[in-house]
């Protein structure tokens, strides 16, 4: 039986080595149902303005009375529960990737913000938190006489 001699080449390697890779992660992870050793965290977006941050939490299907909010020593903790409807006796899953459970962010906030002035809106399934920033840490513009 003849085997050809094959030059040696890294990079050819390096793709079969990745190919395994992502055969061993999608054999891991597809299929498998999400359950409670994963825990649902949502994600966040924090932005700056010259007044004030803005947090906007993705909390799709998480009801206003599920949600908490709390401002302790400049710790900002959002927590919250994502109740999971009735499950009908006659229903087959075949790919269930909503995750349902509880869930605890806590941010820290600058030292410049007024926690008392703190606001939250929840609106098609995002938290809207307004972090209005203390007036002495505001930028001010000096007029020049």
Avoid at 122 to 131: A, D, K, P, S
Wanted: proline share 5%.
């Amino acid at each position: 039986m003849a085997r050809e001699i094959v030059r040696w080449d890294p990079f050819r390697e390096l793709e079969n080595l990745r190919r395994e890779m992502e055969k061993l992660f999608d054999s891991f992870l597809s299929d498998r149902v999400i359950d409670r050793e994963f825990p649902w965290t949502p994600a966040i977006q924090i932005k700056e303005l010259t007044d004030k941050y803005i947090l906007d939490v993705d909390v799709p299907g998480v009801k206003k009375e599920d949600l908490k909010i709390e401002v302790s020593d400049n710790v900002l903790t959002i927590s919250g529960e994502r109740k999971e409807e009735k499950e009908e006796k006659d229903a087959q899953y075949h790919r269930r990737e909503i995750v349902f459970g509880s869930f605890k962010r806590a941010i820290q906030l600058p030292t410049n913000i007024e926690a008392d002035k703190i606001s939250a809106k929840l609106e098609n399934g995002v938290l809207h938190i307004e972090i209005p920033k203390s007036e002495k840490s505001r930028s001010k513009e000096i007029p020049i006489k």
